[in-house]
Nanobody, 118 residues
């Protein structure tokens, strides 16, 4: 069974930057249409950034112009560059492939924790 592996989370101060990475346990080339999600305390998981197989990206209003989603040429690693982090960005971040716009893998990874606090 393929597992999603997220990394790069940390505790930072407002205004700092982080880069999250996502790969799979099999290092498979499966991250064509893919997305980053986050779950803030007490809320449901939400999609914050997505990328299509052709490279088109989209972002939620809350992260637009601050976050950038990308992937490596092999399509085995997905990235989320996060700039000008705010306390509201505090969350556990997850990645997933997308199929017809919905998360593909039913089993989510452990996620990576991002904490933004002064």
């Amino acid at each position: 069974q393929v597992r999603l592996l997220e990394s790069g989370g940390d505790s930072v101060q407002p205004g700092d930057s982080l880069r999250l990475s996502c790969t799979t346990s099999t290092n498979a080339k499966i991250l064509d249409d893919a997305a980053w999600f986050r779950q803030r305390p007490g809320t449901q998981r939400e999609q914050v950034a997505s990328i299509t197989g052709s490279g088109d990206t989209s972002y939620s209003d809350s992260v637009k112009d601050r976050f950038t989603i990308s992937r490596d040429m092999s399509r085995r690693t997905l990235y989320l560059e996060m700039n000008n982090l705010k306390p509201d960005d505090t969350a556990t971040y997850y990645c997933n492939a997308l199929f017809r716009g919905a998360p593909f893998f039913q089993t989510w990874g452990q996620g990576t924790q991002v904490t933004v606090s002064s």
